[in-house]
């Protein structure tokens, strides 16, 4: 059974950083492409950040470029959201997920697996 676990969200103020993890666990991590995803109240799920399953290729939306770091320890089966200079308007549910395709695509549908989502709260 596939289990991807997000953890590190919070309340914090404008400007302030948080790092968010997600501790995958019953398959074989280095197959998979992981990103990150947001979904704020009343708006469609969107790209943070992918990559590649050994880590050579990253994306990053626009929205984050520059303040947002993806990455990932093949060893520990976990991916990072090193999370920097936060805006109100970073406000969402933050969800990490795996695609086996391996390069890292952005868009939501082609994913295979899905954590719950961490909140994470940016107050102005």
């Known amino acids: 059974q596939v289990q991807l676990v997000e953890s590190g969200g919070g309340l914090v103020q404008a400007g302030d950083s948080l790092r968010l993890s997600c501790a995958a666990s019953?398959?074989?991590?280095?197959?998979?492409?992981m990103a990150w995803f947001r979904q704020a109240p009343r708006k469609e799920r969107e790209i943070v950040a992918t990559?590649?399953?050994?880590?050579?290729?990253?994306y990053y939306a626009d929205s984050v470029k520059g303040r947002f770091t993806i990455s990932r320890d093949n060893t520990k089966n976990t991916v990072y959201l090193q999370m920097n200079r936060l805006k109100p308007e970073d406000t969402a549910v933050y969800f990490c997920?795996?695609?086996?395709?391996?390069?890292?695509?952005?868009?939501?549908?082609?994913?295979?697996?899905w954590g719950q989502g961490t909140q994470v709260t940016v107050s102005s």
């Open positions: 019953g398959l074989t991590f280095t197959n998979y492409a």
């Open positions: 990559i590649s399953r050994g880590g050579s290729n990253i």
């Open positions: 997920a795996a695609d086996h395709y391996g390069v890292g695509r952005v868009s939501a549908v082609l994913y295979d697996h």
